[in-house]
């Protein structure tokens, strides 16, 4: 099953912002999602800009990389500039949502 | 005990046969397969189906004998395709992109066929809806309203987290709770049903077992309610509940 855009970018820009490699780079970004009750098949881009500024930083002290705030903050800008936007919806809370406006 | 009876089944198939309706009235206007896949579900399984059954299997019944087979045999069908829609329902909600959903919900949809199959070669009487085919039947109908059940909650326990982090509205996360609860009382008037019939109590609608499947139909039904229409009050009330939870961190 295919991850999504956001989570794909996510750890590109953390594989390239850090020295982990690229199986921890997914490996962390990947435990973050989860304790933070994010799938990475439908993560949008405004949920990886609450997982890099609440959840990733002490997951890349964890894992010995000191200036992970700063990196957090780094990407955070970037995703930020780039603004992706967020697919519509398919998460299953959408359903609700959509039933909310009937 | 009549009257708590048919008050359980009766809500059960009154709360069904509108969220059914309202649901689809919804569909009308989004066009999205979950929304036509559950109502199609509560119109068929929990209203019209659930209602054939019960009339067609009820102890002291007032059908003609002839007519309890076509009834039963009308029953079964009706609730196997609701049954069909709710599996349908769950892989697309939950787990859209997932091959062994699809393919989950493809097995248990052929089991409800086989047993449909199975059962009409015996002419729906009552021994052979006891029989082998009977099994496969509960497997398949069971299987939807459990995995439903499961998906919901461990959906619920995610969006908790969620919370916490601002990044899901508490009231939005409670409704995949009552969702859950209500999809496993579901699942318990079918196990219900089972119970019966291995402690060898007259059958599933022996006068307990259909007292057991009322309060857990009614139980449904008002999770069900809440789900999908939660009054302002109620969500005023759990947000509220969120909120103290949140103050208190």
């Known amino acids: 099953m295919a991850d999504s855009a956001p989570f794909e970018w996510l750890c590109g820009e953390l594989e390239r912002a850090t020295s982990l490699d690229r199986l921890t780079a997914r490996g962390a970004v990947r435990i973050v999602l989860k304790h933070a009750g994010l799938e990475t098949w439908n993560v949008t881009s405004s949920q990886i800009g609450v997982v890099l500024q609440k959840r990733l930083p002490a997951e890349l002290r964890a894992r010995g990389i000191h200036d992970g705030d700063a990196h957090c903050r780094s990407i955070a800008a970037r995703l930020a500039a780039l603004d992706p936007g967020d697919a519509p919806g398919t998460a299953p809370e959408d359903l609700f949502r959509r039933l909310e406006r009937r | ?249």
């Open chain 2, 1 to 249: 005990m009549g009257a708590i009876v048919a008050i359980g089944l009766g809500a059960f198939c009154v709360a069904s046969a509108v969220l059914g309706t309202r649901l689809l009235w919804v569909a009308r206007r989004t066009r999205e397969l979950p929304e036509i896949a559950i109502g199609i579900s509560f119109l068929l399984a929990g209203a019209l189906g659930f209602l054939l059954e019960v009339v067609a299997q009820a102890p002291g019944s007032a059908l003609p004998h002839g007519a309890v087979g076509p009834v039963t045999a009308a029953g079964k069908l009706t609730i196997d395709l609701g049954i069909a829609a709710q599996l349908v329902f769950t892989w697309r909600v939950f787990r859209p992109n997932r091959a062994w959903a699809c393919a989950f919900a493809a097995w248990s949809g052929c089991l409800l066929v086989a047993s449909f199959l199975g059962q009409a070669v015996g002419g729906f009487s009552g021994r052979q809806l006891y029989g082998f085919w009977f099994w496969v039947d509960f497997t398949g109908r069971a299987a939807a309203p459990a995995w439903n059940s499961f998906e919901s909650l461990r959906y619920y326990t995610m969006l908790r987290r969620r919370v916490g982090l601002g990044l899901a509205d508490p009231v939005l996360a409670h409704r995949f709770l009552l969702w859950g609860v209500g999809s496993a009382a579901g699942f318990g008037m079918f196990l219900t049903g089972l119970v019966a019939r291995l402690l060898g109590s007259g059958g599933p609608f022996s006068n307990v077992s259909v007292l057991v499947m009322s309060s857990l139909g009614l139980f449904a039904a008002v999770a069900y309610w809440l789900t999908f229409f939660p009054p302002a009050a109620y969500r005023e009330l759990v947000a509220g509940a969120g909120d103290a939870k949140g103050a208190g961190v």
